[in-house]
């Protein structure tokens, strides 16, 4: 998973009106999980493969239902390999909190998947859920999104026909192909990470250090420090690259972090979850709609267009 956080209150997203497919609530077939307790997301992404020294394309399934979360690869060019798949449980620390987010006790309404986080040591737990909106893709081809100068000219419905060019101009999406557009809603701001998000750094100053140096442009930063977890005894530096040239700011988030069981602390590097609703984009005149997670018939169209493209 990219550790790169578009920051919303700064990257604006707050568009809710849907234009162009437009949302809907309705059904548009399998996959689509209105009414149900189990919910499959479906992504493709791509690696390489060294052996075979040429790329590998996968499809990405992830399936919520009651109680569970699973992730199924299926490899449809060449073998993907991806480290960054995090589906681990993971810490989670906020303003003198310390908790789990596990991948147990999952309700799953219709498109909303709730997670609870689990304080340490205690029965208390926090609320937090993602609902994905709808967008109907019937029809779409790649032509919908333009990618302009920069993010600021950029406009329409982002798909994977834009991520694999290899695709034919003409195709288009099928009639129930439908594409899920997350709301995250948290009960408060934390900061979450397992042992895939270790650094090498051995210290929050060295991963300081590497963390402002990575953009070569001329942008400006603001880096700050503070404490998280029980006691905010956990030291916390957060990143913030702003906009720059029409391009959207990031924000980087490193913990040093010891549960106590060991001699020398680690740095991780760590997922943002802010608190409330983020809102995505999902007005496509107004700018780019990300529509790479979908269903299982968008699953399908997309998954024999790159098997016979690539």
Known sequence: MNRLIVIPSIFSILALSLVGCGEDDGAYGSGDGSGSSKMVL????????????????????????????????????????????????????????????????????????????????????????????????????????????????????????????????????????????????????????????????????????????????????RTSRFGAGIGNNQKVAQVTFFEYMNQPAYQYNGVEYTNGSSITNAVYEASYVANGTTNPNTNSLRGVVDCTIVNEVAGDFLADQIRRSY
């Open 42 to 221: 479906t992504s493709f992404d791509k690696s390489f493969d060294n052996q075979a020294n040429d790329s590998a394309i996968a499809r990405i399934d992830e399936t919520y239902r009651k109680g569970e979360h699973e992730i199924t690869i299926k490899n449809i060019v060449n073998n993907y390999s991806n480290q960054s798949l995090n589906t681990l449980d993971k810490i989670v620390l906020a303003d003198n909190f310390e908790g789990q987010l596990e991948n147990k006790n999952i309700e799953v309404n219709g498109r909303t998947v709730k997670r609870p986080i689990y304080e340490k040591n205690s029965n208390n737990k926090l609320n937090y859920e993602t609902t994905y909106k709808t967008l109907n893709l019937s029809g779409l081809r790649a032509n919908s999104y333009s990618a302009g100068i920069n993010t600021a000219d950029s406009r329409g419905i982002l798909t994977a026909l834009n991520k694999y060019p290899k695709i034919p101009a003409n195709a288009e999406f099928p009639i129930g192909s439908v594409c899920y557009i997350p709301v995250v809603t948290s009960e408060r701001s934390f900061l979450a990470f397992n042992e895939k998000d270790k650094t090498g750094n051995e210290s929050l100053e060295r991963w300081i250090v590497a963390a402002e140096n990575r953009f070569t442009d001329n942008r400006d930063y």
